[in-house]
């Protein structure tokens, strides 16, 4: 096969998808200097006409163009519309293009494209990297910096393919990790999709027990606010992820569920040794996440 742009210097990239992720790769691409065009293709047309103005692309192009003018394609939408983006991308694209997504989920995508004949050309990649807000208006450029991008099934994707990938977001600059499709539901599964849930959780907990907002408003410190920021994140986005890896969230969230019954438990007894006791457990995360 023809090996793809390595140097980055006169890429074009076209990015499906202009939201959060796909605008603020784009911003970080133009920053670093790795492309010569940039394409997006977006389906709201007011996401359109805002990432023109922001400068996250160059121009909006219709899917079948865009694709066919790219070195590489950027498939940046929600994940149930990416596993029916992706397989007539793959179908279009040519032995020198490498097309990528950034979805939070990779079974059901890397499914949708097993056996496909122009398979070598995608990389499967997760940018481990997002904030609460959506839209063109909340992409910057450092979201990635510094940040974890996990590549899925390598092992099915072209070397040359690969090595693109790697050394595009090598220069973001991110760190690597490799892991397979299940490892890589079960783990995101267990660290993010749950930390999602669970905000949104708690937001209805204390919008059910506190009907006065200005006193959510007044009272809310900065725990508070750390703690329920995700349960900001648009439905849009997380519904399709919940439903993809269903299994694994349930599986993390009844012991979630059991965690909480404990810890009640403890406190409805007066147990407080014991509840000092699982609170010291739970600072054993600090050798983890200092």
Not at 151 to 177: G, H, I, Y
Request: hydrophobic share 45%; with cysteine.
């Amino acid at each position: 096969m023809t090996a793809p742009l390595i140097s980055h210097t006169a890429m074009t990239v076209t990015i499906i998808g202009l939201g959060l992720i796909g605008g603020s790769l784009a911003l970080n691409l133009r920053k670093h200097g790795l492309v010569q065009r940039l394409i997006g293709v977006e389906q709201s047309s007011a996401h359109a006409r805002r990432a023109l103005e922001l400068g996250l692309v160059d121009e909006i192009d219709d899917l079948s163009s865009a694709v066919r003018r790219a070195d590489l394609i950027v498939v940046a939408v929600p994940v149930d519309a990416m596993v029916a983006v992706l397989p007539p991308v793959l179908d279009a694209v040519a032995a020198h293009q490498v097309v990528i997504d950034v979805g939070s989920t990779k079974q059901a995508l890397l499914a949708a494209v097993a056996g496909h004949p122009n398979r070598g050309r995608f990389v499967a990649v997760h940018p481990m990297a997002g904030t609460e807000h959506s839209g063109p208006e909340a992409a910057f450029a450092e979201l990635f910096e510094g940040k974890v991008v996990v590549l899925c099934d390598t092992a099915n994707s072209d070397p040359d393919a690969v090595q693109l990938v790697e050394k595009l977001f090598q220069t973001v600059p991110m760190r690597l990790l490799y892991l397979d499709g299940a490892d890589h539901d079960l783990h995101t599964a267990y660290v993010s999709h749950i930390s999602h849930i669970t905000s949104f959780a708690l937001a209805l907990t204390v919008l059910e027990k506190e009907k006065e907002e200005q006193r959510i408003f007044d009272l809310a410190s900065g725990g508070f606010e750390s703690t329920v920021r995700l349960a900001k994140s648009a439905p849009a986005t997380w519904v399709p992820i919940f439903r993809q890896n269903r299994l694994n969230v349930l599986d993390v969230l009844d012991e979630h569920l059991h965690q909480l019954q404990h810890l009640r438990e403890l406190l409805a007894r007066e147990d407080y040794v014991g509840l000092t006791e699982q609170i010291q457990q739970a600072n054993h995360i600090r050798k983890i996440l200092p």
